[in-house]
């Protein structure tokens, strides 16, 4: 039988890092989830859990080497913080283990790259994809926020068998026990290795054929076009990105449906732009109005206002409305004063005796 080290490939010296790098490359080639059903990787599987829980470990690495240079007190007298005659409280022997157990304890090595086999559901249970969407939005519907129907192509879940891709009662495919997936033998320049192919039965989907629903044909989910009401939020900036929870593509085997995450575009209006929350508009001031004061028609993003223009109110003037803008924000219209271009007689005689006068 290998010590330790030669079960993980490393040398008596090697660091932490070392001996955490060698496990986790081992244990994810021998993991059950890509050997499903072969006694012998579950083994070495095993056994890998075994040498790295003592050599991740300092002072059980220490207790080991020790007992491998025959250093140590015999097995009868145990030592150490227990002290003499004391005993170490019963360590679990992880060798002993069921691959649940050892998955649940060194699982977060894998980084959730086997993150689904500690629920170990149905092999072929996968979350969804997320789903992206590009969405242009006209600034008004953007700035006062409002429903956006979208059209969108990709997977739901099978309506007539619940996502379950099968009907009925025990409707794992009998080659891979529900896995989806196969391990057999291969060979390359005379090396044999393992190799994990989606199973030809179920076609990776890891239900059994005769059980398979008509409707999806064990896939869970169907491809179809559904039309989707958004709702965009009071404010939307141009690239903002809304993430909706449980929209995007349906998940196989029962798993659950990954987000939609829709790249909003905001249309460039003709009239309106916004700095933060402020509205900015220009509004047309006649002469006359911008000198003597009164009142001017506009259009704000809520509708049609009267805007009150103070006496003497020259071009650039930004006039603003409170609440009109964005979330609570502003109204602000710029003055553009407008001078007539075509004068009848009467006017222009008035406007000669306006500069006459000084104006
Ligand atoms: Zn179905
Ligand atoms: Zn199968």
Same mark, same amino acid.
């Given at each position: ?18 001996? /955490? /790098? ?45 007992? *491998?240079?025959?250093? *140590? ?8 913080? @227990? ?30 790259? @086997? ?8 092999? *072929?249970?996968?979350?969804? +994809? ?58 390359? /320049? #005379? ?12 076609? #990776? ?29 009071? #404010? ?21 449906? #990954? ?5 909003? +575009?905001?249309? +460039? ?63 602000? *219209? ?26």
């Amino acid at each position: 039988m290998k010590n330790h080290y030669e079960t993980l490939g490393v040398a008596s010296t090697a660091t932490l890092e070392e001996i /955490k /790098k060698a496990y986790r490359t081992l244990a994810l080639k021998y993991h059950p989830d890509r050997n499903h059903g072969d006694p012998q990787a579950e083994e070495k599987f095993k056994r890998l859990a075994g040498a790295y829980e003592v050599l991740f470990d300092p002072q059980k690495r220490r207790e080991y080497d020790d007992a *491998a240079t025959g250093r *140590a007190p015999s097995r009868a007298e145990p030592r150490g913080p @227990f002290g003499q005659g004391e005993s170490a409280p019963a360590e679990p022997d992880v060798e002993s283990m069921s691959i649940d157990e050892i998955l649940r304890r060194f699982g977060g090595i894998f980084g959730g790259e @086997f993150g689904e086999s500690i629920h170990r559901t149905r092999g *072929a249970g996968r979350p969804g +994809h997320d789903a992206e969407v590009e969405l242009e939005i006209d600034f008004r519907t953007a700035a006062l926020g409002g429903k956006v129907t979208v059209s969108l192509s990709g997977a739901v879940p099978c309506a007539h068998c619940a996502g379950r891709g099968a009907i009925g009662d025990h409707p794992d495919c009998p080659t891979c026990r529900g896995s989806g997936r196969v391990t057999g033998q291969d060979r390359d /320049k #005379g090396q044999f290795f393992t190799v994990t192919r989606p199973c030809s039965t179920c076609r #990776g989907t890891g239900v059994d054929p005769s059980k398979e629903c008509p409707q999806c044909h064990g896939e869970g989910r169907i491809e179809r076009t559904r039309s989707l009401t958004i709702t965009i939020p009071e #404010g939307t900036a141009n690239g903002a990105i809304l993430r909706l929870g449980g929209l995007g593509g349906a998940g196989t085997g029962g798993g659950p449906p #990954g987000d939609l995450l829709v790249h909003t +575009h905001v249309r +460039h209006d003709p009239v309106f732009h916004s700095e933060g929350n402020d509205v900015h508009s220009e509004v047309q001031v006649p002469m006359a109005t911008a000198a003597l004061g009164g009142k001017t028609p506009m259009q704000t993003l809520r509708g049609r206002v009267n805007l009150t223009i103070p006496p003497g109110t020259s071009s650039g003037a930004q006039l603003r409305l409170g609440g009109q803008g964005i979330r609570g924000g502003d109204h602000v *219209a710029r003055v553009m004063v407008t001078v007539p271009g075509d004068l009848t007689a009467r006017q222009r005689e008035l406007l000669e005796e306006l500069r006459k006068s000084g104006v």
